[in-house]
């Protein structure tokens, strides 16, 4: 594989952001994901594939050691910044057309509720696999949801919740985001949901983490 | 405060020390919001809670997240029913640490909290009376954002350590004040800590954790380090912080926990306050309650708590579903 394609991977996994950042002390003065990520597009290396072979494969990486418990919500969060880094000089290429967003993930935090890590973490590694992500933040209502997705009738939505309190206001979402929008695909997550809390509220899909809410995402897409 | 303790490891009848001060709402007629910003409510939560369970062992104080982002500047959501929250950072660079000022004691609501220690030390509600503070990793993250605090420590650092280092002046002077009012110690709530690695927790909490408590513990005076993520692996350096006590969340198993803690020192757990407590039926929190005091009945040294706060709105009758089970489980 390619060598550029390579490094960016490791930048990714290691949450290496360009060759400013200190971190991980072990690549410092390196350069990162930012600076690989313009030298694979000047070689002339496609979008698509910087994507496919090169960031997703690094998040797929650091998420598998977070659910293992070798790495924790720091590192995870640099990986996903490192992405993000990589991604703002996909954009054009993405709002263009010349790369195919796999489609749109509207997410937030249920109303009630500020906890906003874990979703923080979903949406960035959605983003990274390829996906438009519009992040309504904490506190989102209901209006909020079913007005995002008047824009965007054909997109996925996240909710997360942390709170037991707040895990009940999630059933009012998923219902009328249901009555206006029935083929939407509702996934939620957060510490105290289960599967049988998600099937119990009508939504779709509940996982545990970021990677289960890609599978199911990509999954969609190709049905 | 070593008394007391003492007591506790020569006594292998269980005292429970719930962190509760919201259910006494429902017994004295009041709203969160009264209880977040007059002092002498939460007192007379607290007074009326204990008289109602004279088997408290300790009067815990509001474990409230918001006060001291509040007293530094941070703007905060209040509503009648629900925990106050930081509605955004205060800063969003660390060269601005500069510019925040250490706030005086009795700034903002600390003096309501302060004047509902006062009153419940003075009034004895409890053998023991705890004040509440946050931690002073947690209280960096509600000034500079929490996801943001994450990300610093592994890319700035100098710039995270400052922050620490003005939250900690604060947090000392504030606990501190606590000591002064009569309470018998505290509890150092230092949520976000539990997300930490091992060594990242050391570096950028229990550091300043110790300092807090070099500065205010002794004989008399007791803090308890609260940490309620999956803190398994965090315990040693939770231990190195010199605090008499530990209180643990329900993110872990006390199995785990108990064999990591010396003896002598205390450690607290860690029935679910929601999922349980809040939410459980009585014969649930009766069968749970059991069940922890029977799967840890070899550690003198535990005391049963909640693994958190008792969240707002929990029935009367799940708390006397607590208490039960702790006289039934102590009768033998
Ligand atoms: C950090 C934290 C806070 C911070 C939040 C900062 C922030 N901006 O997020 C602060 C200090 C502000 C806070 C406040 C409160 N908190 Co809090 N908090 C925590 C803590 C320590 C960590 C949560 C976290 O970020 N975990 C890390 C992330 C990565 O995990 P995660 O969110 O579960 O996300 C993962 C998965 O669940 C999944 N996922 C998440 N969302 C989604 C969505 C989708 C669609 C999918 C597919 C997957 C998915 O993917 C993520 C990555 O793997 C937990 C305790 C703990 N250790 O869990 C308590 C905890 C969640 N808090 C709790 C409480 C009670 C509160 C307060 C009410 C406390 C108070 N007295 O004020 C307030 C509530 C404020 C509010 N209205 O929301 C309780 C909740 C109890 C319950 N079950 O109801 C907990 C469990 C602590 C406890 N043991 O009691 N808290």
């Given at each position: 594989?390619?060598?550029?394609?390579?490094?960016?991977?490791?930048?990714?996994?290691?949450?290496?952001?360009?060759?400013?950042?200190?971190?991980?002390?072990?690549?410092?003065?390196?350069?990162?994901?930012?600076?690989?990520?313009?030298?694979?597009?000047?070689?002339?290396?496609?979008?698509?594939?910087?994507?496919?072979?090169?960031?997703?494969?690094?998040?797929?990486?650091?998420?598998?050691?977070?659910?293992?418990?070798?790495?924790?919500?720091?590192?995870?969060?640099?990986?996903?910044?490192?992405?993000?880094?990589?991604?703002?000089?996909?954009?054009?290429?993405?709002?263009?057309?010349?790369?195919?967003?796999?489609?749109?993930?509207?997410?937030?935090?249920?109303?009630?509720?500020?906890?906003?890590?874990?979703?923080?973490?979903?949406?960035?590694?959605?983003?990274?696999?390829?996906?438009?992500?519009?992040?309504?933040?904490?506190?989102?209502?209901?209006?909020?949801?079913?007005?995002?997705?008047?824009?965007?009738?054909?997109?996925?939505?996240?909710?997360?919740?942390?709170?037991?309190?707040?895990?009940?206001?999630?059933?009012?979402?998923?219902?009328?985001?249901?009555?206006?929008?029935?083929?939407?695909?509702?996934?939620?997550?957060?510490?105290?949901?289960?599967?049988?809390?998600?099937?119990?509220?009508?939504?779709?899909?509940?996982?545990?983490?970021?990677?289960?809410?890609?599978?199911?995402?990509?999954?969609?897409?190709?049905? | 405060?070593?008394?007391?303790?003492?007591?506790?490891?020569?006594?292998?009848?269980?005292?429970?020390?719930?962190?509760?001060?919201?259910?006494?709402?429902?017994?004295?007629?009041?709203?969160?919001?009264?209880?977040?910003?007059?002092?002498?409510?939460?007192?007379?939560?607290?007074?009326?809670?204990?008289?109602?369970?004279?088997?408290?062992?300790?009067?815990?104080?509001?474990?409230?997240?918001?006060?001291?982002?509040?007293?530094?500047?941070?703007?905060?959501?209040?509503?009648?029913?629900?925990?106050?929250?930081?509605?955004?950072?205060?800063?969003?660079?660390?060269?601005?640490?500069?510019?925040?000022?250490?706030?005086?004691?009795?700034?903002?609501?600390?003096?309501?909290?302060?004047?509902?220690?006062?009153?419940?030390?003075?009034?004895?509600?409890?053998?023991?009376?705890?004040?509440?503070?946050?931690?002073?990793?947690?209280?960096?993250?509600?000034?500079?954002?929490?996801?943001?605090?994450?990300?610093?420590?592994?890319?700035?650092?100098?710039?995270?350590?400052?922050?620490?280092?003005?939250?900690?002046?604060?947090?000392?002077?504030?606990?501190?004040?606590?000591?002064?009012?009569?309470?018998?110690?505290?509890?150092?709530?230092?949520?976000?800590?539990?997300?930490?690695?091992?060594?990242?927790?050391?570096?950028?909490?229990?550091?300043?954790?110790?300092?807090?408590?070099?500065?205010?513990?002794?004989?008399?005076?007791?803090?308890?380090?609260?940490?309620?993520?999956?803190?398994?692996?965090?315990?040693?350096?939770?231990?190195?912080?010199?605090?008499?006590?530990?209180?643990?969340?329900?993110?872990?198993?006390?199995c785990e926990i108990l064999p990591q803690v010396p003896s002598n020192r205390l450690v607290f757990g860690n029935l679910d306050p929601a999922g349980v407590i809040k939410n459980g039926s009585p014969e649930i929190i009766k069968v749970k309650t059991k069940e922890l005091l029977t799967r840890t009945s070899q550690y003198n040294n535990f005391v049963i708590s909640s693994g958190c706060d008792i969240p707002p709105g929990t029935k009367i009758e799940n708390?006397?579903?607590?208490?039960?089970?702790?006289?039934?489980?102590?009768?033998?």
């Amino acid at each position: 594989m390619n060598e550029i394609i390579e490094k960016l991977t490791t930048c990714i996994e290691f949450g290496k952001i360009n060759q400013k950042s200190p971190f991980p002390p072990s690549m410092r003065g390196e350069v990162g994901a930012d600076e690989l990520t313009r030298q694979a597009l000047e070689a002339g290396i496609k979008p698509v594939e910087i994507l496919e072979q090169g960031l997703i494969p690094g998040m797929n990486a650091v998420g598998l050691k977070f659910s293992q418990g070798k790495v924790f919500v720091p590192e995870m969060l640099m990986a996903a910044k490192a992405m993000s880094m990589a991604l703002v000089h996909l954009k054009p290429y993405f709002m263009s057309g010349e790369v195919k967003r796999k489609g749109t993930f509207i997410i937030g935090t249920v109303f009630g509720d500020l906890h906003d890590i874990g979703k923080n973490l979903v949406a960035m590694t959605v983003e990274g696999a390829g996906w438009e992500v519009i992040d309504l933040g904490v506190d989102v209502k209901t209006e909020s949801f079913l007005d995002t997705l008047e824009k965007y009738p054909n997109c996925a939505v996240g909710i997360s919740a942390l709170l037991t309190t707040t895990m009940g206001n999630m059933e009012s979402v998923v219902k009328l985001v249901k009555e206006k929008y029935p083929l939407t695909k509702v996934l939620v997550g957060g510490a105290p949901l289960n599967t049988e809390f998600s099937n119990k509220i009508g939504a779709d899909f509940y996982s545990r983490d970021p990677q289960g809410a890609v599978a199911y995402l990509n999954n969609l897409q190709n049905c | 405060m070593t008394e007391w303790k003492n007591s506790i490891l020569a006594h292998p009848e269980k005292i429970a020390v719930p962190v509760m001060t919201y259910p006494g709402l429902q017994l004295i007629g009041k709203s969160v919001m009264d209880m977040v910003t007059i002092g002498e409510v939460q007192y007379h939560c607290v007074k009326a809670l204990s008289a109602k369970y004279p088997a408290i062992g300790a009067t815990t104080l509001i474990m409230d997240l918001s006060v001291e982002a509040e007293a530094f500047g941070s703007l905060i959501n209040f509503s009648e029913n629900e925990i106050p929250t930081v509605s955004k950072r205060l800063i969003d660079s660390f060269e601005q640490v500069v510019n925040l000022k250490i706030p005086a004691i009795g700034d903002g609501r600390t003096k309501s909290h302060l004047t509902a220690a006062r009153l419940a030390a003075d009034n004895n509600t409890a053998l023991q009376v705890f004040g509440g503070i946050i931690g002073p990793y947690s209280l960096a993250g509600r000034l500079y954002d929490i996801t943001e605090m994450m990300t610093a420590i592994l890319i700035e650092p100098e710039g995270a350590h400052d922050l620490l280092n003005i939250c900690t002046s604060f947090l000392k002077e504030y606990a501190l004040a606590f000591k002064k009012a009569g309470c018998n110690g505290i509890v150092i709530a230092e949520p976000a800590a539990g997300l930490l690695a091992d060594y990242q927790c050391e570096e950028f909490s229990s550091r300043y954790v110790k300092q807090i408590v070099d500065f205010v513990q002794d004989d008399n005076f007791m803090v308890v380090l609260h940490n309620c993520g999956n803190t398994v692996s965090l315990v040693e350096s939770m231990l190195g912080t010199g605090a008499a006590g530990f209180h643990f969340g329900n993110a872990v198993d006390m199995c785990e926990i108990l064999p990591q803690v010396p003896s002598n020192r205390l450690v607290f757990g860690n029935l679910d306050p929601a999922g349980v407590i809040k939410n459980g039926s009585p014969e649930i929190i009766k069968v749970k309650t059991k069940e922890l005091l029977t799967r840890t009945s070899q550690y003198n040294n535990f005391v049963i708590s909640s693994g958190c706060d008792i969240p707002p709105g929990t029935k009367i009758e799940n708390i006397d579903a607590f208490f039960e089970a702790i006289a039934e489980y102590n009768k033998g």
